[in-house]
């Protein structure tokens, strides 16, 4: 309490806050298991080998654990049901779209939220399709496997999807114990482990990076530097293909949504961590008064970006106060519109060295003599 009489001192801070951007990336696996079923949350791979039993789950966590990934592991698992017959195949596909749905509740059951989503050996369009629906209200990346394996199926099997989340393959790769696998999970891993280089990792991408856990690869295609090639037209459909040079690499970044109009998935990425930083962030705002909060919003908004700005993920960015948005009414109303226009900062996609062949330097031969 202060004094009633002499000097009293106050101190208030009125620095930006700071807002912290969440690195905790778990990665989701949805399939069979013959022990766990419902959604379970362990904080390592080794902890989720532990519990589980057999099943398409236990397949994909070895296929992590090769990698060696360091990661939180959700799973939502069910009883597969057995057998080979249509009516049975078509139930395990149900199942496994419940078992995505599920990853909903995710947040509110388990206190985490999944970065990626995994749904190996269940190859369906129902299945691609909810993993679209699920991960685009989670804001996270799945991967995905097609069942084609050559170009024309490729294509005509892509036709039918549209996506700016998904990391799409088709090959089969040899796991460091030999075993054939998809691709999927190693590039999930991969992906995982580039983001959590660094604070700011989610702004690198996982494409034209050497995978770990694997030996070799099975579905072999061609890839020709600096020639038209199969592995480039593949990639240009935005499909992920994995060749051997200087190790055995990712090779694809892109999306299949032209909604968007954003063509590479680590633009995704960053402007995901954004949304989910103010998101996390702004949140006190709500129900203070407008007059107390408008200008902090703003200044905390410029901090952040100047981080973003200063470590590489942004170019620059503009934050304003639109009038023709913020009219009387909408503040009236308590509605504060932001605008924040941002720019990404690029990745190399082609690297053009025009060489040309001149006789102008003949006399220099004579001058060295």
């Keep these: 309490m202060p004094s009633k009489y002499g000097i009293n001192v106050e101190l208030h801070n009125l620095s930006p806050k700071s807002y912290d951007i969440n690195n905790t990336r778990p990665i989701a696996l949805c399939g ?27 397949n994909a966590l070895k296929d992590l654990e090769s990698t060696n990934l360091k990661s939180q592991i959700i799973i939502s698992a069910f009883a597969k049901k057995k057998g080979e017959d249509e009516a049975g195949e078509s139930e395990n596909i149900a199942k496994v779209i419940e078992a995505i749905n599920a990853l909903k509740k995710c947040e509110q059951e388990l206190s985490y939220k999944p970065k990626f989503i ?18 685009t209200s989670l804001r996270a990346i799945y ?5 084609a394996t050559d170009e024309v199926g490729i294509k005509q099997e892509l036709d039918s999807i549209q996506t700016h989340r998904a990391i799409i393959s088709f090959q089969k790769v040899q796991r460091i114990d030999k075993t054939p696998r998809p691709a999927s999970a190693f590039l999930i891993a991969l992906y995982a482990k580039v983001m959590a280089s660094s604070d700011f990792g989610f702004a ?43 190790g055995i690499r990712a090779w694809g970044r892109h999306t299949r949504d032209t909604s968007l109009g954003i063509e590479s998935l680590h633009s995704i990425v ?8 103010l998101l996390a962030s702004q949140k006190e705002a709500i129900d203070r008064q407008v007059a107390d909060m408008v200008k902090q919003l703003k200044d905390d908004l410029n901090s952040f970006y100047r981080k973003l700005v200063a470590n590489n993920v942004v170019i620059g960015f503009e934050i304003s106060l639109p009038e023709e948005l913020n009219t009387n009414e909408s503040i009236a109303e308590g509605e504060i519109y932001i605008k924040q226009e941002v720019q990404e900062m690029p990745l190399i996609s082609r690297v053009v060295n025009k060489i040309y062949r001149v006789t102008k330097y003949s006399t220099q031969l004579i001058k060295e003599l």
């Design 32 to 58: 069979d298991d013959s022990s766990l079923q419902g959604l379970h949350y362990f904080s390592d791979v080794s902890e989720a080998i532990a519990a589980i039993g057999e099943g398409s789950i236990a």
């Design 118 to 135: 995994l749904a190996t050996e269940y190859n369906d369009l129902g299945v691609y399709e909810k993993l679209k629906q699920i991960a």
């Design 143 to 147: 991967a995905i496997e097609l069942n």
């Design 204 to 246: 690198h991408t996982y494409s034209n990076k050497v995978i770990d856990g694997v030996i070799g690869v099975i579905d072999t295609i061609e890839y020709i530097q600096g020639e038209d090639c199969e592995a480039d037209r593949l990639r240009a459909m935005g499909v992920t293909t994995i060749f051997v040079d200087n």
């Design 270 to 277: 960053i402007f995901d961590t954004i949304i989910e930083t």
